[in-house]
T-cell receptor, first 114, second 114 residues
């Protein structure tokens, strides 16, 4: 069974640029959630995708957007990067269609905005 | 509003000693409760979960947690800590009514002294 994978591992961007982060869900999972973890804090929910549709969103501005593909992998896009966007971005997959609420996390992408 | 409180930012215990990490939640719906562990620079690993039924749940690595509805608590325990348990621990709450998003506490950093 393949776990959740994320790419890239690390990324350095300049303020104002755009970034795309990628996530492959665990085998058999149909739901992907994205979280932002700032240094010294717990993860904050950004949004969730289920069957290629956004299925809930946290308190993040519209410049945070996402996609889910037919194979259930997902992308997180952030436009007009700000310094405060520097964080660890975590992807989690789950089997919502199967009634499971356990979320399994990938290793994360460390984004640094300078 | 949903919230999770982990009152202890840091805890230091001696190897072989018992451990209890505290978690209190405020949630408007019947909660699902989780404990995750995060090693430096890593993603989150699920330790254990509570959905319903027996309020004492067993997890991996010898951890257990007890759900106390009257106290809105879900404390994590381990009878004998090993040096490899040093990490950051996060309590998280979810609910079907809130679309399966997880709300995390700020985390507790566990240090183990030999």
């Amino acid at each position: 069974e393949t776990g959740v994978t994320q790419s890239p591992t690390h990324l350095i961007k300049t303020r104002g640029q755009q970034v795309t982060l990628r996530c492959s869900s665990q085998s058999g999972h149909n739901t992907v959630s994205w979280y932002q973890q700032a240094l010294g804090q717990g993860p904050q929910f950004i949004f969730q995708y289920y069957r290629e549709e956004e299925n809930g969103r946290g308190n993040f501005p519209p410049r945070f957007s996402g996609l889910q593909f037919p194979n259930y992998s997902s992308e997180l896009n952030v436009n007009a990067l700000e310094l405060d966007d520097s964080a660890l971005y975590l992807c989690a997959s789950s089997d919502l269609a199967g009634g499971s609420y356990e979320q399994y996390f990938g290793p994360g992408t460390r984004l640094t905005v300078t | 509003a949903q919230s999770v409180t982990q009152p202890d930012i840091h805890i230091t215990v001696s190897e072989g000693a018992s451990l209890e990490l505290r978690c209190n939640y405020s949630y408007g719906a019947t909660p699902y409760l989780f404990w995750y562990v995060q090693s430096p620079g890593q993603g989150l690993q699920l330790l254990l979960k509570y959905f319903s039924g027996d309020t004492l749940v067993q997890g991996i690595k010898g951890f257990e947690a007890e759900f106390k509805r009257s106290q809105s608590s879900f404390n994590l325990r381990k009878p004998s800590v090993h040096w490899s348990d040093a990490a950051e621990y996060f309590c998280a709450v979810g609910a079907r009514e809130y679309g399966n998003k997880l709300v995390f506490g700020a985390g507790t950093i566990l240090r183990v002294k030999s």
